[in-house]
């Protein structure tokens, strides 16, 4: 799935799931060093843990950022809306 993420500085992220098990992601734009870390962490790991570390995690001011988007990504993996 290509998720267009809204109000970060990367653009979109590529996710693929087998099952409930995150097994590939990658940012486009955004922090190059720390978004290749929070993927390398991710993968492997259960979607529903991914969403409750990652979800409501600000960046800043702002209200969302990356970590947050790829929890609402993996909801919307989740929820067949994708």
Known sequence: MKYQT???CSTSIDIEVEGDTIKFVEFFGGCNGN?????????????DEAISRLKG?????????????????LEEIKSGNC
Do not use: E, N, W, Y
């Not at 978004?35 to 962490?41: D, M, R, Y």
């Open 6 to 8: 809204k109000g970060t």
């Open 35 to 47: 978004l290749k870390g929070i993927a390398s962490l991710v993968t492997g790991m259960p979607v």
């Open 57 to 73: 995690i600000r960046c800043g001011f702002k209200p969302t950022s990356c970590p947050d988007q790829l929890a609402h990504a």
